[in-house]
């Protein structure tokens, strides 16, 4: 194969031929050559549609570059910051591509997600959304549009992503993409056990914490999320319909112990060219040893857009009903790992007392830090991995004080026990939280990032960041 080419020419014999796994082989090849004490040539070959020999190498070596098989990963999308996400999606797809991370809802905007973190099943994997942005077009709040990126103006950057609006309106980000899978293989377990759930979720995102750099797309899965419902619920709810009546029934007729359940839900992406017995197999391999109600494990094959549009049907549903305007005191939260279960035993106490209903989703899924980068403004606890805990709470407007008190609840049981939590989409009023929140060392820089960029506070009031009280 290397010796020849489409032309056939000519035919040259290399003494060698490398197929690299990794660029790393490349460069050791290269220095190897270089550190020789008499440099031999090397040819690195496409695919061989030279005519005359252009890619061989007569004793050298030659470079077989299919042999890498990396994902293509240069692509990259400039979108405004007002555009939705599900927009986002649709344009990129009609050209094979996708951003790679994502939120559970689309209606969602650029600008809005990329100024707290975006969050979703992917960012164990890819980071949050905030991590998957090469550059940005911001206007200041002094009123300078300025382009800023990792290494140009890159203090700005840094600021914006995560930054709650304070310091400039994004215009424009370039975001990262992927060829986009077609598939999905959308998947959920149930539990009737807290610790065995969370250890179940650790251990599918553990091999992902140790990697800086991207692993192959094709393995592993891409999306693991998790969620907690009392058993007399219904299992489905707006955030995505599951599963069928059938499936339905048994699940509500299972005898659980304290009535509490627990979803692990996983998806693995797969593409055109994939046989679907080797996805089938990978997804088999992934979940080998995990320890949910025999049985008890649903599977589902969806479009890729159907995957993640998922809520977009619920939301049409509850509009239709006019239950989409109603409050919302949602509570998020980032826990770390190692007091996930001392902050778990309050909350279905908490949650069931008055026996009210769990009154909307809660979602629990466990997140790597190492794909957040702590030079962005977005906060999260220190340990390597914690939890994002979402109470998606909807209420009538006459009772949405219960919940909120139930919310004040959590955090005060947080604080009187040293759960050191860190609120996601936060939500303070006073000058002190918020320098608690961020920390002493965060909150100096975020100061000085506002002095900088919106020195007369201009920008985002409603986050009452720089306007709250003493
Ligand atoms: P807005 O609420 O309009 O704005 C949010 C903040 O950003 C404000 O301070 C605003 O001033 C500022 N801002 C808005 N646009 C810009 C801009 N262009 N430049 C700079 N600052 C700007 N979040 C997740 O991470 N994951 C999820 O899965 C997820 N699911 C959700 C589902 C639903 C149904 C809802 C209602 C929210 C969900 N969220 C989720 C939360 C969501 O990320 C936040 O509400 C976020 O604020 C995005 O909403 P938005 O685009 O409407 O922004």
Known sequence: MASTDFGNLVHTNPAAVLHPSSIGDIVSLLKFSNNHSSPFKIAPRGRGHSCRGQAMVANGVVIDMPSLNNPITRFYAD??????????????????????????????????TLSNAGISGQAFRYGPQITNVHELDVVTGKGEL???????????????????????????????????PKRVKWVRMLYDDFSTFTRDQEHLISLYGNYQELININHGLNYVEGSIILQQANPNNWRSSFFSSNDQLRITSLNVPNGVLYFLEVAKFYYDHDDDTNTDKELKKQLEGLNYIPEFIFTRDVSFVEFLNRVRKGELELHSKGLW???????????????????????????????????????????????????????????????????????????????????????????EHGIKIKQYLPHYTAKKEWENHFGHKKWRIFQQRKNSFDPKMILSPGQKIFNSVD
């Not at 555009?83 to 050209?95: E, G, K, N, R, S």
């Not at 403004?377 to 805990?389: I, K, M």
């Not at 979402?390 to 949405?400: A, N, P, Q, T, V």
Request: hydrophobic letters at 40%.
């Open 79 to 112: 979108v405004g910051g007002e555009q939705f996400w599900v927009d986002v999606l649709h344009a990129t797809l009609d050209h094979g591509v996708a951003p790679v991370s994502w939120t559970d809802y689309l209606y969602l905007s650029v600008g809005g």
């Open 325 to 415: 305007e109603v409050p919302h005191p949602w509570l998020n939260i980032f826990i770390p790992k190692s007091q996930i279960e001392d902050l778990y035993h309050v909350i279905p106490n908490i949650i069931a007392k008055d026996n009210t209903d769990l009154a909307g989703p809660i979602l629990l899924y466990p997140l790597n830090r190492n794909k957040w980068d702590d030079k962005m403004s977005a906060v999260t606890p220190e340990e390597d991995v914690f939890y994002t805990l979402g109470l998606l709470h909807s209420s009538g407007y006459d009772d949405w004080e219960a919940l909120e008190r139930k919310n004040e609840e959590i955090l005060k049981y947080c604080e």
């Open 146 to 180: 300025i382009t800023s990126s990792k290494k140009k103006n890159s203090e700005l950057f840094h600021a914006v992503l995560g930054g709650l609006g304070q310091f400039g309106i994004i215009t424009r980000a370039r975001i990262r993409l992927e060829a986009a």
